[in-house]
């Protein structure tokens, strides 16, 4: 079984044993919680357990490095910019979400925990940091829920200076999110973190907000930390779990967040977006993208890149004969992977999205074998047509590979070798596609 195979190419210490025992069936869509590393396996090169914060994205500007000290505790780069960029960019599709939490403002009756959930890509991220920012605000009184973008307290939150504002997450090169996120290092348990940042008394008067970016990668012992932090919330605090399914959230975290969902952008707003965002400049041609990105901007951004959807086309087509040649498929797939850049996350990043495509396939042809509606665009729906004429299993068949590809999606952060995960991936597609009746169960 693949997860045997692939095991042989992973570093033992982060391979989890629970890891690949996955569900054959949907609802059992692998979550989180199946990635969990063992404490051992978060280890430094120097022997210190998860020192590297910086990586850890962990932003506590409380506690800012000395000049010249290589800027360990804060992030390179990124979050800063995405936290300046929350005052330029339009939120567009999301008014309900600033409407309620206005209501619950004017009333006296914020909850202390959100958890926001929706696909990827549709501004649940920048909706938490422009409330976050808002509720920062020096200027507007907190029940307009605005932002000023010039008072001290928004200038500090744009730069990822304010120090009653902390988002955490999960470092590229990680399965999960480390534990030292939510509770320091082992040597200052409870000293940093994000536990004890929000536990503090607000410095500026204000609250204490604190965002988890990716908490579909919470894992236990993350999800056991912050239950202390839900179940008696600080005074004034907030915090903001983001995810992208809450059957991918713990039900003791479940039933402690109030849920809120975003829909996916309708597909003209998405056009909008992305002429706005510079994405492409033709309006014709942000209307075919907003076609293929299923509501999702982040999507759309992917899309935008024409190696990538060539790719995708050919995989459509490969897909429903279901008799591809495994090793040069494998290669043209590596091929593209490789043209992601140098950066490992940039490559590891675009196979995750490569297999997507796959996993939206076998999606639909499941629902197209149990009578569902199918969703997706055209040449999605085409390829699932074909390959409903053509497929030899059944429905379990398809979830089989659907879990196939859930697994193989989790692997992709564990350091295997990524042309040799490509090999094993499509070729375990392949045996289950074309020996349903004798393959051993
Ligand atoms: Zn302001």
Same mark, same amino acid.
């Given at each position: 079984?693949?997860?045997?195979?692939?095991?042989?190419?992973?570093?033992?210490?982060?391979?989890?044993?629970?890891?690949?025992?996955?569900?054959?069936?949907l609802?059992?869509?692998? $979550?989180?919680?199946?990635?969990?590393?063992?404490?051992?396996?978060?280890?430094?090169?120097?022997?210190?357990?998860?020192?590297?914060?910086?990586?850890?994205?962990?932003?506590?500007?409380?506690?800012?490095?000395?000049?010249?000290?290589?800027?360990?505790?804060?992030?390179?780069?990124?979050?800063?910019?995405?936290?300046?960029?929350?005052?330029?960019?339009?939120?567009?599709?999301? =008014?309900?979400?600033?409407?309620?939490?206005?209501?619950?403002?004017?009333?006296?009756?914020?909850?202390?925990?959100?958890?926001?959930?929706?696909?990827?890509?549709?501004?649940?991220?920048?909706?938490?940091?422009?409330?976050?920012?808002?509720?920062?605000?020096?200027?507007?009184?907190?029940?307009?829920?605005?932002?000023?973008?010039?008072?001290?307290?928004?200038?500090?939150?744009?730069?990822?200076?304010?120090? =009653?504002?902390?988002?955490?997450?999960?470092?590229?090169?990680?399965?999960?999110?480390?534990?030292?996120?939510?509770?320091?290092?082992?040597?200052?348990?409870?000293?940093?973190?994000?536990?004890?940042?929000?536990?503090?008394?607000?410095?500026?008067?204000?609250?204490? /907000?604190?965002?988890?970016? =990716?908490?579909? @990668?919470?894992?236990?012992?993350?999800?056991?930390?912050?239950?202390?932090?839900?179940?008696?919330?600080?005074?004034?605090?907030?915090? +903001?779990?983001?995810?992208?399914?809450?059957?991918?959230?713990?039900?003791? +975290?479940?039933?402690?967040?109030?849920?809120?969902?975003?829909?996916?952008?309708?597909?003209?707003?998405?056009?909008?977006?992305?002429?706005?965002?510079? /994405?492409?400049?033709?309006?014709?041609?942000?209307?075919?993208?907003?076609?293929?990105?299923?509501?999702?901007?982040?999507?759309? &951004?992917?899309?935008?890149?024409?190696?990538?959807?060539?790719?995708?086309?050919?995989?459509?087509?490969?897909?429903?004969?279901?008799?591809?040649?495994?090793?040069?498929?494998?290669?043209?797939?590596?091929?593209?992977?490789?043209?992601?850049?140098?950066?490992?996350?940039?490559?590891?990043?675009?196979?995750?999205?490569?297999?997507?495509?796959?996993t939206d396939f076998y999606e639909q042809l499941m629902n $197209?074998?149990?009578?569902?509606?199918?969703a997706?665009?055209?040449?999605? &729906?085409?390829?699932?047509?074909?390959?409903?004429?053509?497929?030899?299993?059944?429905?379990?068949?398809a979830?089989?590979?659907l879990?196939?590809?859930?697994?193989?999606? $989790? @692997? +992709?952060?564990?350091?295997?070798?990524?042309?040799?995960?490509?090999?094993?991936?499509?070729?375990?597609?392949?045996?289950?596609?074309?020996?349903?009746?004798? &393959?051993?169960?």
């Amino acid at each position: 079984m693949i997860q045997n195979r692939v095991a042989d190419l992973l570093p033992k210490r982060t391979l989890s044993p629970t890891a690949g025992c996955c569900s054959p069936s949907l609802a059992a869509a692998i $979550g989180p919680f199946a990635w969990s590393v063992p404490s051992g396996g978060l280890s430094h090169a120097n022997g210190r357990q998860g020192s590297d914060h910086a990586n850890g994205r962990l932003w506590r500007p409380a506690r800012r490095p000395a000049p010249g000290s290589g800027g360990r505790r804060l992030p390179r780069g990124g979050l800063a910019v995405s936290l300046a960029s929350t005052m330029l960019a339009p939120i567009i599709g999301h =008014d309900a979400v600033f409407e309620r939490f206005r209501r619950a403002l004017r009333r006296g009756r914020l909850a202390s925990t959100f958890l926001f959930v929706g696909p990827a890509g549709i501004g649940k991220r920048l909706t938490a940091f422009r409330i976050a920012q808002s509720l920062l605000c020096e200027t507007f009184p907190e029940t307009a829920l605005e932002a000023c973008g010039e008072c001290p307290a928004c200038l500090m939150f744009q730069a990822g200076t304010h120090p =009653d504002f902390t988002v955490i997450q999960k470092p590229s090169d990680r399965a999960t999110i480390p534990l030292e996120l939510f509770v320091g290092d082992r040597e200052d348990r409870m000293q940093t973190g994000l536990c004890h940042a929000i536990s503090l008394k607000p410095f500026r008067g204000g609250r204490k /907000i604190a965002v988890i970016d =990716d908490a579909d @990668y919470l894992n236990v012992e993350g999800a056991n930390c912050l239950l202390k932090t839900l179940e008696e919330p600080p005074p004034r605090s907030l915090l +903001i779990l983001i995810s992208t399914s809450e059957q991918k959230q713990l039900p003791t +975290i479940r039933s402690r967040c109030q849920t809120v969902r975003f829909r996916p952008f309708a597909t003209e707003e998405l056009a909008q977006l992305i002429v706005a965002q510079g /994405i492409v400049e033709s309006p014709a041609e942000a209307a075919t993208l907003a076609e293929l990105a299923n509501g999702s901007l982040q999507r759309a &951004r992917d899309l935008a890149d024409s190696e990538l959807r060539d790719f995708r086309a050919k995989l459509l087509k490969e897909l429903p004969p279901f008799n591809w040649i495994t090793l040069s498929l494998a290669k043209e797939l590596a091929k593209v992977v490789e043209g992601a850049g140098k950066e490992s996350a940039a490559k590891r990043g675009r196979f995750r999205l490569l297999i997507g495509f796959a996993t939206d396939f076998y999606e639909q042809l499941m629902n $197209g074998l149990v009578g569902a509606p199918m969703a997706g665009d055209k040449p999605l &729906r085409a390829a699932v047509q074909a390959g409903l004429r053509a497929w030899p299993g059944t429905a379990e068949t398809a979830a089989d590979c659907l879990d196939t590809c859930l697994t193989m999606e $989790g @692997y +992709i952060d564990q350091n295997a070798n990524l042309g040799t995960l490509a090999e094993c991936w499509l070729d375990e597609l392949s045996d289950k596609a074309r020996m349903p009746a004798i &393959r051993p169960r």
